[in-house]
């Protein structure tokens, strides 16, 4: 079935898209996704493709997610993501060390915010946070942003203090794709409740980096946001 499934990805490949979907997620020498490989597919075909083969069993799933091509783990974590909704407790509970015991297949930000949330934040939901602690603290960038994009499934369910604990332990972070999913996910609780976040950007905003902030404030009243940028917001 895996030889069908590559099959299949490969009938949406184009050598163009390839080149540019190289050149967008950054695989060139010394960049973050160096020497990641592309067939040059498109996410909603890859989306099909994982649709038609929903069922495909999980060690086999686990086979394409160890792959050198960049479709092939993307097309895997859909699959597990599929996996984890209608999967049994116990179903879940393997999916999730899956996940976590194979993050170094997890190796892009569309990788980790196709599937973070939908996984481990969902399997975290009504457990003990420290795992997220844990990757937060980590050397990968992947698992520091795996951290903070699991938290957007406790948003999306108004619960923002996980959310704001793993922002304060990346405030200081030194790379910019944990600048902007910090930011992301700082906006997104604002667009449910903007009070938690104001408090949680004035307690720290004049120290967060630049991207960080803009990416917070992004859909803030053009006043404010401005004074943001400037400094003249008070505690």
Not at 68 to 88: D, F
Not at 155 to 181: C, P, S
Not at 202 to 222: D, S
Request: proline share 3%; glycine share 4%; aromatic share 8%.
């Amino acid at each position: 079935m895996l030889e069908d499934i590559r099959a299949a990805l490969r009938e949406h490949a184009d050598e163009s898209d390839a080149i540019a979907l190289q050149r967008f997620f950054k695989t060139g020498p010394g960049e973050y996704g160096d020497g990641d490989r592309f067939l040059g597919v498109r996410v909603p075909a890859t989306r099909r493709v994982a649709r038609k083969y929903r069922d495909l069993p999980l060690a086999d799933t686990k086979t394409l997610l160890h792959s050198a091509i960049h479709e092939e783990r993307l097309l895997a974590l859909i699959i597990l993501t599929h996996k984890y909704q209608k999967g049994t407790s116990d179903e879940r509970a393997e999916i999730y060390r899956i996940y976590l015991d194979h993050t170094e297949y997890i190796n892009n930000w569309d990788l980790v915010d196709t599937s973070a949330e939908h996984i481990v934040g969902a399997y975290l939901k009504e457990r003990l946070r420290k795992p997220l602690h844990v990757l937060a603290k980590s050397e990968s960038l992947w698992e520091r942003r795996i951290a903070i994009m699991a938290t957007f499934h406790f948003i999306k369910n108004r619960e923002f203090d996980e959310t704001l604990r793993i922002a304060e332990m990346l405030v200081a972070d030194t790379e910019d794709l944990i600048h902007k999913a910090v930011g992301w996910m700082l906006r997104e609780v604002g667009k449910r409740e903007i009070n938690t976040e104001e408090s949680f950007l004035k307690k720290h905003y004049q120290c967060m980096p630049r991207t960080m902030l803009r990416y917070a404030i992004e859909k803030f009243p053009e006043e404010i946001r401005q004074q943001y940028l400037k400094g003249a917001i008070r505690q």
